[in-house]
């Protein structure tokens, strides 16, 4: 079975700090990788595709190691709006879109 | 922005009944999707729609699931016969172009979803 595994935290972190995030996945054929934001009760929402040379978008970081099957985000500058779960995606078996996602990792900005 | 709408926001039904869930995915995106999330767990996919049918499902959807486009806006998913672990948040999405040669072209967009709550 096909799985994506994250840590669950909580991450509790104050204002201004840095923190990452890691996620392994078990599929070797995944070939797309996202991170997505998951405010409570609401729905999934694309933080940032995931590229294997690593890509950045402001204050977030994504990395890709393929050998490893492992993936982290790193957000720095920390704020309080930064507070949600955050959810390692990988594209399932079939060629259609199936997304698997990870249980998340719930991070906590405090002031 | 254009965004994913999903009706009702919340669903309270008895054991046994059967629910239709609504979405109406944003207007020029060729690719459908059902998800839901148990409180507490993670996502799951359910099934993708393309082309007025379904391209792939999940062990989750059985029988007593279905999908349908009746109309060129809305997509539907029904569940005949609901059973008390049939309750979460159900989520629609939507993208406009899928999959080529196993790499996504682009993002699938969520709704807000449907609670579902079997009693």
């Known amino acids: 079975r096909k799985e994506v595994e994250q840590d669950p935290g909580p991450f509790n972190v104050p204002e201004g700090a840095t923190v990452a995030f890691n996620c392994t996945y078990s599929n070797s054929a995944s070939q797309s990788f996202f991170w997505y934001r998951q405010d409570c009760r609401k729905e999934p929402k694309l933080l940032m595709s995931v590229y294997s040379s690593g890509n950045e978008d402001g204050r977030f970081t994504a990395q890709l190691n393929r050998a490893s099957q492992y993936i982290s985000l790193l957000i720095r500058d920390s704020k309080l709006s930064d507070s949600a779960t955050y959810l390692c995606?990988?594209?399932?078996?079939?060629?259609?879109?199936?997304?698997?996602f990870g249980k998340g990792t719930k991070l906590s900005v405090k002031p | 922005e254009p965004e994913v709408t999903q009706t009702p926001s919340h669903q309270v039904t008895q054991m046994g009944q059967e629910v239709i869930l609504r979405c109406v995915p944003i207007?020029?995106?060729?690719?459908f999707y059902w998800y839901r999330q148990i409180l507490g767990q993670k996502v799951e996919f359910l099934v993708s729609f393309y082309n007025n049918e379904i391209s792939e499902k999940s062990e989750i959807f059985d029988d007593q699931f279905s999908v349908e486009r009746p109309d060129g806006s809305n997509f539907t998913l029904k569940i005949r016969s609901t059973k008390l672990e049939d309750s979460a948040m159900y989520f629609c999405?939507?993208?406009?172009?899928?999959?080529?040669?196993?790499?996504?072209?682009?993002?699938?967009?969520f709704g807000p979803g449907t609670r579902l709550l079997v009693l």
């Open positions: 999405a939507s993208s406009p172009l899928g999959f080529v040669s196993g790499i996504l072209q682009e993002t699938q967009y």
């Open positions: 995606v990988v594209n399932g078996e079939g060629s259609q879109g199936n997304l698997i």
């Open positions: 207007s020029n995106h060729l690719y």
